[in-house]
């Protein structure tokens, strides 16, 4: 088996394609994005469902695939919005029209995004190497990260973050994964046939 030196979106792509899903998952019924997204949503009260069904549509791959891979997809997605607010948060600093306050909490969100994106990476490779409990600790770390960030600004009265819906994305899509991982490592029936 071949591994990556770093694990980025089309690694994990190539990898889940050419190594076998996780030996207890078979097929899926007939529209895994809505049952999956379905019984996320039945779960709990924070999880996003339409969030849910329209990022995992919007990758092509998603509608042929089973519900490891969908969680996979989660994970790919949370990685490129955590490596694009990156570069937001770096264009911001350097346009310099932030006041002190407002310029250290983009300085903090720039750190937690930072590690989220290896976070993220690590979380990926522990999923596919079958350890959901890491996988899932890791994703809630990731979560964290954004709530981190977005609660960062509200430390000043009247601040507004301009990070909200990078925020709210990169935790929805983390939660998405999460789910994911917790539904198949309690190996639910309705989620696995």
């Known amino acids: 088996m071949w591994k990556c030196s770093f694990v980025s979106a089309s690694c994990f792509l190539v990898f889940f394609l050419v190594t076998p899903t996780i030996p207890f998952i078979e097929a899926l019924s007939v529209d895994p994005i809505n049952t999956t997204c379905k019984q996320c949503a039945s779960k709990s009260i924070i999880f996003d469902y339409s969030f849910c069904l329209t990022s995992l549509q919007t990758v092509p791959v998603s509608h042929v695939t089973d519900v490891p891979g969908l969680a996979i997809i989660a994970m790919e997605l949370a990685l490129g919005n955590a490596t694009a607010t990156i570069s937001t948060i770096e264009s911001m600093l350097s346009g310099g ?97």
Not at 150 to 157: A, H, L, N, P, Q
């Open 97 to 193: 029209a932030f006041d002190p306050f407002a310029r250290q909490c983009l300085l903090d969100c720039l750190e937690l995004y930072s590690d989220a994106v290896s976070v993220l990476e690590q979380s990926a490779a522990a999923f596919l190497e079958g350890q959901f409990d890491t996988a899932n600790l890791l994703m809630s770390a990731v979560m964290e990260a954004a709530v981190t960030c977005e609660v960062g600004f509200s430390e000043k009265e009247g601040e507004v973050t301009p990070l909200t819906e990078e925020n709210y994305d990169l935790f929805e899509l983390s939660d998405i994964a999460l789910c994911i991982i917790n539904l198949l490592s309690l190996g639910l029936p309705s989620v696995i046939s």
